[in-house]
């Protein structure tokens, strides 16, 4: 029995490691703001989160499969609420109950007590199942309910009940066991005590094997002790088996929790924008390779669950594209614009709904940040050193189709010099077909590219208008050789308005 | 049918070696610590008689030659080791058949034990026809094991064990417990029932968990409910117990006395090429020196001594090793030099390649030819004894006396700074005369002195010096060189510290 709620076909691996630039997006990204919004305060819900989020799906019809079952959510939250919590109350009750593990009789104890409680809970489960089956259109709860109702039926219930009787032994403990090493008893083998099935003919007629009795006077305390390790060298291996299926009970309910947890987080994250009346949708991903990147009203989801004024949305065309170069003014929304492409590209690849009013990209291998960083604190090597050595370690984790968002990368020397480190760079990734977005005050190096013409490249820049306003909006347009930093200046002079960097 | 023996062409002049005391010198040429890092794990076979007996014929030495040559095939020398340890198995299952009370008990060991006898003895046979080993001693008892495991006792015997141990083990039965009472009969084919519970759970199967299974202690002696049951056992079974009874009476003394001695016998090289292994390891060379009494004509190239080496590897320092060669009617090395240069270990080298050429071993070196001496003496100083009654230097010269006494031309001295406690003049007439008797029987010997004149005593004589470096005569090289030099040595060994000689150069820039 497998939930399958976040792969048609596997678990979600909760212990799977994160990408080796997780630390990286979540800082470039403003990604913990999301975790949280989604996990409201739940530690276990924020790791979930993180998890489901960093380790993006790689093609549109696992998207796909989730998508549905977000839908699903969305339009149910409540019951899902329900499942959620008999999830995690069975794992509550299953971590209160007291566990021995010295003996195998007593483990054979602690097994048979938690199976009596799941027993309960998963009856609970089943008719949530029955009840509210047909709310739900998805594909993933199709199947997940249908095998709760034909997997967990009364006859299944009975069985287990049975076996629980069975094993208080109430006609003894039957076991076989052989010769080993120095003639001492090995391969202890449980049976059960059964009824003996000769006729009667055969009962009277039939010689009857030989049986050796012992019994044990009330002061023999060693051969008590003697006796009651041979019982536990008996139900060794029954009652592992016991407790192992209880592990895996457990286990079902931990992983029903943990996919559910994704939803749940969904659910929460959809309420907030919903109330604050922001835009979101289902993106359309296409798959990797096809050179598809558009979207209308994009936004930094980040920024608009903890701003309070306005955020901009922007739309961009870079369908066929797999270079964006932005420049432009100081302060204009480049840095939020580039993170808004990272989140939603990410959100969308953990099958999510999307800041913006329309999305649609391809999958991509792995989204990677190249941001400027501050000055190392253990002075072991200078800036640019340490922007390069860090770039050398993204090199080593690129793939085809791998995106790249550069902010302000190779700026910490001499413009010509950086202009040659990012050009190459550039030139190279793009080459091998990596999306590369570079935000970018290297006049020389984005003027340069410019001039190449390149069908795959697109240039876009922050809008600021004459009288050095920014509306944060990006529009296309050839890069300029000044980026208004001298506006900053007086802006900084006469208000103190705070703004997104 | 005789198996003669994997260490000595004529076992019979050996037979009464078992209770043999190390030589003289040992201690003074920490022989003893040698032998004792070498024997070090293999108490049981009581080794240290073999190295205390060296050969002093050169077939003899051949003879170990050949056997060891045979076991640097890796593949031979592990399953000659596997066969040692199955006989010490049966050995420790022998010891548990005796300690145990019961006697179904102790007769399943028994069984054990000459079930891996026999194992061991076919594997072998099997190996030695397979890997085709070409020394004489190994040649021998292939052709002693062959006959052996071909007799009708043997086969007969393994097959006998293999029925009653699988009678034995076929031998299933029940037990049924409630309360204080318990019941014992066969087994009538009842289902598993952890399968039936594992079956019915399965749905819920979810990867790995943990396993509950308890880890029972093991330990060969029974309780009395388990003496019981077994007793049980044996009336439910009884052809097969009776069977067992008399096959054990029937069989007591099943251990061939020959193959008991070659597995202890075999040991010495064992011992010897796993102490080896070790130095090897660490980058130093062993060789098989040319041992010879018909020329006194003696060399070894980048030797060193082997108590120090053990230990300078344990500590993970570096071990400088040493070269000498006499030739033509050179006789005695006078080694002189600064205090803690590596004379003495020098002198011990010397005398311990010699010693361990003449056991038949390998010795430390890449090339080398050894003079195959008939006694080896040694003089080092001793601490001083008061009950002897007399005086440092009158007990120098009567140990000197009782060696010039016994050593012939074929004899090997070693001197280790001697007639110390006397003056320079008294000193350096006293070695004159020592040393003209030596160089009169014209036996092979070291000789540490502080006395220079010594290595300018005749033509026989060679002289040595350790060597410091130049820029700073407190740092020792612990290199023995020829002098006086030829000039280039001090440069040599400058170059050597900076490991830029060619040979390191070579060694640094292999890959």
């Known amino acids: 029995m497998k939930a399958f709620l976040m792969h048609k076909d596997r678990d979600f691996d909760f212990e799977r490691e994160l990408p080796p630039n997780e630390q990286a997006l979540a800082q470039d990204l403003a990604l913990s703001t999301l975790f949280e919004s989604m996990a409201l305060g739940d530690r276990f819900m924020i790791e979930i989160a993180k998890k489901a989020v960093l380790s993006s799906l790689s093609n549109p019809d696992s998207i796909a499969y989730r998508q549905n079952i977000l839908k699903d959510c969305l339009k149910n939250p409540s019951i899902i609420k329900e499942i959620y919590d008999l999830a995690e109350e069975s794992i509550e009750k299953r971590q209160k109950q007291w566990w021995a593990t010295r003996y195998p009789s007593s483990i054979m104890f602690s097994a048979r007590e938690a199976l009596k409680m799941f027993v309960g809970q998963l009856k609970r489960l089943r008719t949530v199942a029955v009840e509210h089956a047909d709310k739900f259109d998805s594909e993933g709860f199709a199947r997940f309910f249908s095998m709760l109702i034909s997997e967990l039926d009364d006859k299944y219930f009975d069985r287990i009940e049975e076996y629980l009787k069975e094993m208080k032994f109430p006609k003894g403990v039957l076991m076989s066991a052989q010769l080993g090493k120095g003639n001492k008893a090995e391969n202890f083998v449980l049976h059960k005590a059964r009824e003996t099935k000769q006729s009667w003919a055969d009962r009277v007629f039939r010689k009857k094997p030989p049986v ?30 016991l407790a192992q299926s209880t592990d895996h009970i457990l286990s079902f309910f931990q992983m029903l929790r943990t996919e559910l947890a994704f939803y749940v987080g969904c659910i929460n994250l959809n309420e907030q924008l919903i109330e604050k009346k922001k835009a979101w949708c289902f993106p359309v991903p296409a798959a990797a390779g096809q050179r598809k990147s558009s979207f209308h009203g994009l936004y930094d989801v980040s920024l608009a669950l903890t701003a309070t004024q306005k955020v901009v949305g922007n739309d961009v065309n870079a369908d066929q594209k797999n270079l964006v170069i932005i420049t432009g003014a100081n302060q204009g929304g480049k840095s939020t614009f580039l993170r808004s492409v990272g989140q939603a590209q990410l959100m969308m690849q953990a099958g999510m709904f999307v800041p913006a009013k329309s999305f649609s ?24 050193d340490e922007e390069l050595a860090r770039m050398s370690g993204i090199v080593a984790n690129l793939t085809q189709n791998s995106m790249l968002l550069f902010n302000e990368s190779f700026s910490a020397t001499y413009e010509k010099e950086g202009s040659e480190i990012a050009r190459q760079i550039t030139m190279a990734l793009v080459d091998m077909g990596i999306r590369v977005f570079f935000v970018t005050h290297l006049y020389d190096f984005a003027h340069d590219l410019y001039e190449k013409k390149m069908g795959n490249a697109i240039f876009l820049r922050a809008e600021r208008k004459v009288d050095g306003t920014r509306t944060f909006r990006l529009m296309e347009g050839e890069p300029l050789q000044t980026s208004y930093g001298e506006d900053l200046y007086y802006n900084i002079l006469t208000s103190l308005n705070r703004t997104p960097t | 049918m005789s198996f003669p023996s994997i260490l000595f062409v004529r076992p019979e002049k050996y037979v009464n070696d078992q209770e043999l005391d190390p030589p003289d010198f040992f201690t003074d040429l920490n022989l003893d610590q040698v032998i004792a890092a070498v024997t070090a794990d293999r108490d049981e076979y009581n080794l240290k008689p073999f190295f205390y007996r060296p050969l002093n014929n050169a077939d003899e030495i051949e003879y170990r030659h050949e056997v060891m040559r045979d076991l640097e095939g890796e593949i031979l020398l592990e399953r000659v080791k596997l066969f040692s340890e199955k006989m010490r198995a049966m050995r420790e299952y022998l010891a548990q058949a005796d300690a145990l009370h019961h006697k179904y008990q102790g007769e399943a060991w028994f069984l054990d034990a000459i079930e891996v006898y026999c194992d061991a003895i076919n594997c072998l046979a099997d190996d030695l026809s397979r890997e085709a080993p070409k020394s004489r001693g190994f040649k021998a008892l292939q052709k002693y094991l062959d006959d052996y495991i071909r007799s ?109 001695v070659y597995d202890r016998e075999i040991q010495f090289y064992f011992a010897f090429l796993d102490h080896m292994a070790m130095l090897t390891q660490a980058g130093l060379k062993f060789c098989y020196p040319c041992v010879t009494n018909d020329s006194k004509e003696v060399y070894d190239y980048d030797g060193y001594d082997l108590a120090l080496a053990h230990r300078l590897i344990r500590e993970g320092s570096s071990i400088v090793c040493n070269d000498f060669h006499l030739k033509d009617e050179e006789r005695i090395i006078v080694v002189t030099g600064p205090n803690q240069g590596g004379k003495t270990t020098f002198a011990r080298t010397f005398a311990q390649l010699h010693y361990l050429a003449a056991l038949g071993c390998p010795v430390p070196g890449r090339e080398s030819q050894l003079f195959l001496f008939d006694r080896l003496f040694t003089h080092f100083e001793r601490e001083e004894d008061a009950s002897m009654m007399r005086g440092k230097l009158q007990d120098d010269l009567i140990r000197v006396h009782d ?109």
């Open chain 1, 212 to 241: 050796y009795s012992f019994h044990l006077s009330a002061r023999d305390e060693i051969g008590a002790k003697a006796l009651s390790d041979l019982l536990d060298r008996g139900l060794n291996l029954v009652a592992n088996a």
């Open chain 1, 361 to 384: 990209s391809e999958v991509c291998n792995g989204v990677f940040t190249h941001y400027r960083r501050e000055e190392d604190a253990n002075m072991k090597s200078g800036k640019l």
């Open chain 2, 152 to 260: 009708a006792g043997f086969t007969s015997r393994l097959e006998e064990t293999k029925k009653i141990k699988a009678d034995l083990a076929a031998a299933r039965y029940c037990v049924l417990i409630k309360g204080h009472t318990f019941k014992v009969r066969k087994y009538e084919s009842e289902d598993d029932y952890s399968v039936e519970v594992e079956q019915t759970f399965e749905k819920f199967k979810q990867g790995d968990v943990k396993d509950y299974k308890l880890k029972f202690p093991w330990w060969p002696e029974m309780n009395h409910i388990e003496v019981n049951i077994l007793e049980s056992v044996a009336k439910l079974y009884p052809d097969i117990f009776s069977n067992l009874d008399k096959f054990c009476a029937e069989n007591r003394n099943f251990v061939d006395e020959a193959i008991a």
């Open chain 2, 403 to 511: 060696i010039l006494n016994m050593a012939t031309s074929n004899s090997i001295i070693i001197m280790n700074e001697i007639f110390t406690s006397t003056t320079l003049q008294d000193a350096i007439v006293l070695s004159r005369k020592v040393m003209e008797k030596i160089t009169e029987f014209d036996s092979l010997c070291v000789w540490v002195t502080f006395i220079h004149e010594l290595a300018f005593f005749s033509p026989q004589t060679v002289s040595m010096m350790s060597v410091v470096v130049p820029e700073n005569p407190a740092v020792r090289t612990f290199k023995i060189l020829r002098k006086p030099a030829d000039g280039l040595s001090f440069a040599m060994s400058i170059a050597e510290k900076y490991q830029l000689t060619y040979k390191s150069i070579k060694e640094r820039i292999q890959l």
